[in-house]
Structures are given as structure tokens and as C-alpha cells.
């Protein structure tokens, strides 16, 4: 026996959470007259609950992991408890989704500050995403790509230098090539 | 002969001009995307679906030109794992154990030029097989029903589940993860929205196109990023290409052999390239005479026989998804992600409404085989230049064209946020040795499980033994659960080998 706290048994304790929020909102499903014998709610339960058979094996046998792997830190375990109260407490009390919501938000907390170079990535694509329609394709593809590439290899100048050649070369690809309708920069400097 | 009609007819479309241009560009990109490590078929066809359907390609060029990336990258695959030791794909994991000691002993070009003309057989003797099977497959799945249907999506993600990962409960949990993001949206038969948290962007459901190219090309970013690039080393040069016909012609039996065994493995729903390459070097090592035989150490036959293989069993694995819709590896997961992205339902329907998509699909299969083996004998050295391509402008370039890709889709942020959300998943999951085939499959698939399965209860009245009535049922049932629950007892003999470290 290794260390009880394992990645698959705390894997398998997500998993059965998740899936009785699962079950609990398929039996919110509408039913509306034009039924059929299983209906629209049997399938997903029956997901949920091979999904809940799915965790306790986890939990009963966890795979053997390498040491970095196997233990995801006293960190996520908490913010991990506090999920699972949130989700139990709104399974019991409320209907409230915005509570698994934060639930979630948590866990991904936890987890982008444990493997931050993750978190990190994760952060700068979410800005890319935001930022490709108000400020035009070239712009921010640059500073995505160099930070990305920056991020595998992290030397500055050839970074920056990678990330201008590409949104220059994609740019020129995507929209004379492929003939997509990109807009290269920002709305207000065209005028 | 109907096939000969059949496939003159299929050839009157490919040979056009345009396909032809299409098929080759497919092929040369294909090979690139397959050479390339952190690049594989499934990834690499993924992220063009989104461009080729922006394109406004109509639907047998968009299948040829793709089709042609598959073929490509099955190719491509074995360059970076004879030249790095690093398989590009999954299947070509066995090519390294005997390419990359090839490659060292400094007879990477026979390498090369051998297990290009075993992909070459492979891919041929399973793109005639699936001429000669498929037909006579779709009039067998005329007699399916919904019942049966559901049996063999069941068989499909069993099969996937038990063969091709290393723990069935993991895969079990990613089948239903992928069914159940498919319920979110509204519900085919009542029309209630299902899953949605009241949220709009989801009444439509979860594009797979998202799902696929988050779960596939973000991730490998993400993996990328945490390993910094370890692993893209530089590796043995190639320096003269000959090509060594005497080895290939005593090969012929190997490649025919593996060519056979990969289609079989192909067929399998769920069970795809990656077995086929497998089992074909496993049975090779041992009718060449197992240990003593010098497999491991660079045995010529060594690289012939997964590469036959592994090319066989891709175009094998084209059967089950033209003729039932359900695919037999990750890439033609993805491939049927296409076809319904171009609104083709595949299924023994596919053969009589629209064969001019199958047999002008067939024959760019074929013209795509002598195209790629015009491309990877004499021109390998193109490719192997394009492998000094470092991970750190590769993977940027692979994330702006995902996100390119999907915003061209829909032109919508929440599915570039839901697309990274979905890589960082596949990251996490990766980590957990936690598949994510299942995931795109059950996506792919959920609703049509449902569908079946609602069907079946309303055609019996909600009779559940309905679903085990007919031979053809029960015995996808019973290859079910014996594909889910003897790989546990075999696991002992049948060890997957791991790539093997200098």
C-alpha cells in the first residue's frame, strides 16, 4: 500500500460528484407529451450511474503512478472538499447551478496554480480568444504565439521573433490562400 | 462486374483535374503532418476539418482531399519514428523498435524506403478489401435494427475500451463522458433541452468539431508546454537513399501477412491501427523465430510488417465506418466527424443513395497510395528535412490554425473557450492515462445510441429483452462483452510493449 491519496482515487471522488450532479439534473429534464417509453431522462441516468461504478473502482484500485503523479497536493484536496460540499449542499438544498459552476472554477483553480505553466497557457489562450475580434488577427496572434513558444523554449528574442513570423505567415495563408475573411487589425485604426 | 462498373465510375470522378490536385496536395500535407512528432493523423486531420469546410469544398472533394491527409499521415508516420525514435502517431510505435536501430546502424534510407513499400502494400491490399468487403458488408447491415444498432455501438465502444487502453474502467468512464456531453442540447424526440443550465450557446449541443480539435490539438500544446519540447531531439542523419529490392522482395510474404492481419484488426469497431501494427509485428517476431530472430535489434522485416500493418488496418478501419457509421480508430473517428460535418450519413444507405462519394472515395484511395509512394520513396528527403521543424514554432502554429479553424466555423467565442477547455481536459486526462477516444466517440455517436435504443423500447412496446432478440443482436452483444472483459486476462500475455529508450 502507497500513500492512500492517490490521483485515481481522488479522480474517482470527482467523477462520483460530478456524476450525482449529472443524475440529479436529468431528472430535471422537461418531459413534454410526446413521450416514448424510456424517455428522455433513462439514458443519462444510466451514464451517470456507470459513471459512478466507474469511480469507485477508481477509488478501490487506483493505478500505480509515477511519485510526481501520484499525489495532486494537499491544495487540491481541499479546494476538492470544498467542492464537494458545494455540489452535495445544492444537491440537497438548491436547484442553483451557479454553484457547481463555482465548484468547478475552484477545482480549475487549484489545479492551474499546482501545474502553472498550464494555467498559464490556459490564460493567455483565453485572452487570445477574446481578443481576436476587437483587435484583429495579427496582434494577438503574435503575442499568443510567442508566449506559447516562449513557454516550450523559453529564449525571448527568438520567441517574439517566432511569433511575429507566424501571424505574418498565417495571416497571409489563412487570407489569400484560403481566402478566409479575417481582419487583420483593429477596427478603429482603418478608420 | 458490378465493382468494376462501380469503380470506373468512382475513377470518372477522381481523375478529374481538380481531385487530383487535391489528392496530391492531401498526400504531401498529410505526409508532413504525419512525419511531424506532436502530430499524428487524428490531430492533424482534426485541425484542417474546420479549414476544408470554411473552404466551401463540396462534399467528394473535401473527402478526397482529407482522406488523402490520412493516408499521408499514416505514411508519414514512420519517418520520425525510424529517423527520432519517436513514434509521430500511436501505430507507428512499433516501427521504432526495429527503424531506429536501423537507423543508428546507418541504414536509415533502406529504412525509410523499405517501410515506405510496406505502407504501400499495406494500404493497397486494405483499400481493395474494403472495394471487395464493403458492398457486401452494407447489404448484411440492411438487416440491422435499432436493436442491433445498439448493440454495436455498445461493441464499438467495448472493443475500444477493452483492446486499446490500458485500463477498462478509465475507458468506460471517457465512453460516457463523450455520450453524455452529447445529450447536452435539445432532445431529438421531444424536443426539450437537455443539460443546458438555460445556457443558448448550448441548445445546439457541443460541436464535435470543438470537442475534437480541443481534446487532440490543444492538448498536445499543453503537453508540449509542460515537457518543454523534451523529446523533439535531434536524431540519426540520413545521408544516401537506395532502394534495396532484394530485401523487399523476400519481404513480400511479411508485408502480405501483416497487410492481413492489419485489415482484420482494422474491421474491429474500436479496435483501429494501433492493434493491427501490433499484432502484425508480434506474429512476424514469432514466425521468424521470436527472440533469436533479431527483432528488436533491426530486423528489415521488423520495420516491413507493422508498417504493412499499420496502413492496412487504417484503410480496414474505413469498413465499419462507410458501411455502419461507426469507426474503427481514433482518425476515422474523426474522419466520420467530417462526414457529418458535410452531411453524409454513413451506413448501408451511403452505398445506394450516394455512390459517387464511395467509389470516388475509393478510387482517390487508390490514386492517393501510388501518389504516396511516388512521394515517400524518391522524395523522402523533402520530409525528413521538414522534421527539423522545432517544437517551439510548431506547436504556436498548430494553435493558431485550431483556433482559426473553429472561429471560421462559428465565429463564436464561447467555442474557442469551450475548445481550450476542452484541451486542458485532454491535458489532464493524458496525465491520468485516460483516453480521449472514447471521448470524440461518444460525442460522435451519443445521440445516435439514444436514438437506437428509444426506437428499439418504442418498437417493443419498452419490452427490454427486445434488444437481445435477434442472432445478430445477441452476438454483438456477446462480442460485446467478451471484447471488454478478456483483454483484462490477456493484458498478462499480450503486454503491450513501450517504446524502447536508448
Redesign the interface.
Known amino acids: 500500500m502507497g500513500p492512500i491519496l492517490k ?2 482515487r481522488i ?1 474517482g471522488a470527482v ?1 462520483i460528484l460530478v456524476a450525482l450532479w ?1 443524475i440529479q ?2 431528472f430535471q ?4 407529451f ?5 424517455g ?1 431522462k433513462t ?2 441516468i444510466l ?2 450511474v ?2 459512478i ?3 469507485l ?2 477509488i478501490l484500485r487506483p ?1 500505480r ?1 509515477e511519485a510526481d ?1 501520484r499525489v495532486f497536493g494537499m491544495q487540491v484536496v481541499q479546494v476538492l472538499a470544498a467542492a464537494g460540499v458545494f455540489i452535495v449542499a445544492n444537491w440537497f438544498f438548491g436547484r442553483d ?1 451557479d454553484a457547481v459552476g463555482w465548484a468547478i472554477l475552484l477545482v ?1 483553480t487549484a ?1 492551474m496554480l499546482r ?1 502553472w ?2 494555467g498559464a ?2 490564460l493567455t ?2 485572452a ?3 481578443a ?2 476587437p483587435l484583429g ?1 495579427l496582434i494577438p ?1 503574435a503575442i ?3 508566449v ?2 516562449w ?4 529564449r525571448p528574442l ?2 517574439a521573433l ?2 511575429i513570423a ?2 505574418i505567415g ?1 495571416f497571409v495563408i ?1 487570407k489569400y490562400l ?5 481582419q487583420p487589425l483593429p477596427k478603429t485604426w482603418l478608420g | 462486374m458490378d465493382i468494376l462498373s462501380n469503380l470506373a465510375m468512382g475513377f470518372g470522378i477522381a481523375l478529374s483535374p481538380w481531385t487530383l490536385m487535391l489528392a496530391v496536395i492531401g498526400c504531401f500535407l498529410g505526409t508532413i503532418i504525419g512525419a511531424l512528432p506532436g502530430l499524428g493523423p487524428s490531430n492533424g486531420v482534426a485541425i484542417l476539418i474546420p ?1 476544408a469546410f ?2 466551401g469544398l463540396d462534399a467528394t472533394s473535401a473527402l478526397v482531399l482529407m482522406t488523402s491527409v490520412y493516408y499521408g499521415a499514416m505514411y508519414g508516420g514512420r519517418i520520425s519514428s525510424i529517423l527520432l525514435n519517436i513514434p509521430g502517431d500511436e501505430p507507428a510505435l512499433m516501427t521504432t523498435l526495429d527503424g531506429y536501430p536501423m537507423a543508428k546502424a546507418g541504414k536509415a534510407g533502406d529504412a525509410l524506403v523499405m517501410s515506405g513499400f510496406a505502407s504501400f502494400f499495406g494500404a493497397l491490399f486494405a483499400t481493395i478489401g474494403l472495394m471487395l468487403l464493403a458492398p457486401a458488408l452494407s447489404r448484411i447491415a440492411y438487416q440491422f435494427g435499432p436493436a442491433e444498432y445498439f448493440a454495436l455501438y455498445l461493441l464499438a465502444f467495448s472493443t475500444l475500451g477493452g483492446i486499446a487502453s ?2 477498462q ?2 475507458a ?2 471517457a465512453s ?2 463523450g ?2 456531453i452529447a ?1 447536452i442540447g435539445l ?1 431529438n ?7 443546458t ?2 445556457n443558448l450557446h448550448l441548445m445546439d449541443g457541443v460541436d464535435f468539431l470543438v470537442a475534437i480539435v480541443g481534446l487532440f490539438a ?1 492538448a498536445e ?2 503537453v ?3 515537457s ?2 523534451r523529446g523533439s531531439s535531434i536524431g540519426v542523419k540520413l545521408d544516401k537513399v537506395t532502394v534495396p529490392v532484394r530485401e523487399i522482395v523476400s519481404g513480400g510474404w511479411t508485408m502480405l501477412r501483416a497487410s492481413a492481419i492489419g485489415f482484420v484488426a482494422g474491421i474491429l469497431p474500436g479496435a483501429g491501427a494501433s492493434l493491427g501494427s501490433f499484432l502484425a509485428y508480434t506474429s512476424e517476431k514469432n514466425i521468424q523465430g521470436g527472440d533469436a530472430s533479431g527483432f528488436g535489434t533491426g530486423n528489415p522485416k521488423g520495420v516491413m510488417a507493422p508498417e504493412a500493418g499499420n496502413n492496412a488496418a487504417a484503410g480496414g478501419a474505413l469498413v465499419p465506418m462507410l458501411t455502419l457509421g461507426v469507426p474503427g480508430s481514433g482518425t476515422t473517428a474523426v474522419l466520420l466527424a467530417l462526414l457529418m460535418t458535410l452531411n453524409i450519413t454513413p451506413g448501408p444507405t451511403l452505398f445506394t443513395d450516394r455512390p459517387e462519394v464511395v467509389w470516388g472515395l475509393i478510387a482517390s484511395l487508390l490514386i492517393a497510395n501510388f501518389v504516396l509512394l511516388a512521394m515517400n520513396v524518391p522524395l523522402v528527403k523533402i520530409f525528413v528535412r521538414i522534421l527539423s521543424v ?4 510548431l ?3 498548430v ?3 485550431s ?2 479553424g473553429i ?2 466555423l462559428s465565429g463564436s ?1 464561447f467555442d ?2 469551450m475548445m ?1 477547455a476542452f ?2 481536459l485532454g ?2 486526462f493524458r ?3 485516460i483516453p480521449t477516444v472514447p471521448i470524440i466517440l461518444g460525442i460522435l455517436l451519443g445521440n445516435h ?2 436514438d437506437a ?2 426506437r428499439a ?2 418498437l417493443s ?2 419490452d427490454w429483452t427486445y434488444l437481445f432478440s435477434s442472432g445478430i443482436a445477441t452476438g454483438l452483444w456477446i462480442f460485446a462483452v467478451a471484447g471488454f472483459v478478456a483483454p483484462m486476462f490477456l493484458r498478462k500475455i499480450l503486454k503491450k510493449p513501450q517504446a524502447i529508450t536508448d
Open positions: 490521483a485515481d479522480l467523477v449529472y439534473s436529468a429534464i422537461q418531459t413534454s410526446l413521450s416514448d417509453p424510456v428522455s439514458f443519462p451514464l451517470g456507470t459513471v461504478i466507474c469511480g473502482i477508481f493505478d503512478m503523479e447551478i480549475a489545479v501545474y505553466p498550464i497557457a490556459t489562450m483565453v487570445y480568444a477574446l481576436l475580434k488577427f496572434t499568443a504565439a510567442a506559447l513558444s513557454q516550450i523554449m523559453p527568438q520567441a517566432t511569433g507566424l501571424s498565417l489563412f484560403l481566402g478566409l475573411g479575417l | 479549414l470554411s473552404l490500458n485500463n474502467a478509465k468506460a468512464l460516457c463522458i455520450l453524455g445529450m432532445d424526440q421531444t424536443g426539450m433541452p437537455r443539460f443550465g438555460g490543444v500544446v499543453f508540449f508546454i509542460e518543454h519540447g522545432p517544437a517551439w514554432v506547436l504556436p502554429g494553435m493558431m490554425i483556433f482559426v472561429y471560421s467565442y474557442l473557450l481550450i484541451g486542458a491535458w489532464g496525465k491520468l492515462d445510441m439514444e435504443l428509444r423500447m418504442v412496446d419498452g
